[in-house]
């Protein structure tokens, strides 16, 4: 299964807006006090998967569309899980989403640990009375770590070689700069900036995560997307906590991503005949 399969799993992700990097639980569990560690033998294999800003348009309205939202848990968060789960549904894998929580209270997984281990992300911390901050190499701080995944039955020996994470904000006064942005002004979207990332979040997209969570159905109502019956009902904490650990092969899941797939991957071949009559034309007339 390793790693052509997982060139398949790249390549449908991507087209959902959604990428994800290699890991191994040795490398996370290494970085951490015992109490954090995650029980796994340290070379079983593990995947970080993070969002990019195109997700929201690729990915989250068509699942909108596709009425495959059904109340109750974030949409957003709905939404990741099921491209999840359209990936690697009958895969032994088990799954933490950035969200969940341990009876602790403890998050299940350090998002931005994992993201710096697997090379996806540099995590920029300075001390303990400030929250910490990972930046990507090309979306700056325009992105999501969404879950990280783990292959039970996966292990991996020296031919995974531990990647470094682009350090991509090098002096003392931007590092600075940057997780002050982040601690006391993040809503103003400017620590996300602190590279020139390649894309950013659109308007839409800005106005949706702007709103606070338990207003976005109304917001999401008044796009079009949902019923005006309010049967969708509340987003809460303790709903997104009942979201299960090991990902179900949901079938519902699966067609309507598959759907959303094979629309996009018509507007490609569309765009590419286009390309070509365009090419043919310009070389014969
Ligand atoms: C709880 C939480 C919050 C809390 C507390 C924040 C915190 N960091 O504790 C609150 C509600 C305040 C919050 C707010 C926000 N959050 Co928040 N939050 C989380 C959450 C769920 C858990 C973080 C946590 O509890 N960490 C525990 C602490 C102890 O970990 P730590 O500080 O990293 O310490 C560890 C490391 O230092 C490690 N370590 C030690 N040595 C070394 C060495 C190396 C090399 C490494 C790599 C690690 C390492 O050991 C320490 C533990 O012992 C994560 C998602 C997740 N599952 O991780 C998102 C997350 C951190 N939040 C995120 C964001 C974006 C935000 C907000 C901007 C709001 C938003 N969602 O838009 C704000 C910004 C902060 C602010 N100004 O308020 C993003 C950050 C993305 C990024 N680019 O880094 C995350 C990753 C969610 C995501 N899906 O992407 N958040």
């Known amino acids: 299964m390793y790693p052509d399969t997982f060139m398949l799993y790249k390549n449908k992700l991507s087209i959902l807006c ?7 639980i040795g490398w996370y569990n290494n970085v951490l006090p015992a109490s954090l560690h995650l029980s796994y033998p340290e070379d ?3 995947v970080v998967v993070l969002s990019t800003p195109s997700m ?25 899980k099921q491209c999840v789960s359209f990936c690697f549904s009958g895969q032994n894998i088990a799954v933490s989403f950035d ?47 969404r879950a990280l ?12 070689q531990q990647p470094v994470p682009p350090d991509c904000v090098p002096s003392r006064e931007d590092r600075i700069r940057l997780l002050e942005a982040f601690n006391f002004n993040w809503q103003d979207w400017t620590y996300r900036d602190i590279i020139s990332p390649v894309q950013t979040y659109s308007q839409k997209q800005k106005d949706y995560f702007g ?28 709903t997104q906590r009942q979201l299960p650990l ?31 009559l365009l090419t043919v034309k310009d070389l014969f007339c």
């Open 246 to 276: 090991i990902l179900p092969a949901d079938r519902q899941s699966f067609f309507s991503l598959r759907r959303i797939c094979c629309r996009r991957l018509l507007q490609y071949v569309l765009f590419s005949y286009s390309c070509i």
């Open 56 to 80: 929201f348009e690729q990915a989250f309205l068509p699942f909108l569309e596709e009425q495959s939202f059904q109340g109750l848990s974030d949409p957003i968060d709905q939404c990741v």
């Open 99 to 145: 969200y969940e929580l341990l009876p602790s209270r403890k998050p299940k997984f350090l998002a931005q640990t994992a993201a710096h281990v697997s090379g996806a992300a540099f995590y920029y911390q300075q001390s303990d009375k400030m929250y910490g901050v990972c930046v990507h190499p090309s979306f700056g701080g325009w992105f999501a770590i």
């Open 18 to 24: 959604i990428f994800f990097l290699l890991s191994k």
């Open 211 to 238: 709103t606070l969570p338990a207003q976005r159905f109304d917001l999401l109502k008044t796009w079009g997307f949902l019923q005006k019956d309010g049967s969708e009902g509340e987003i809460t904490q303790d």
């Open 149 to 160: 995944l783990v292959f039970e039955d996966v292990t991996v020996g020296s031919e995974l």
């Open 44 to 46: 079983t294999l593990a």
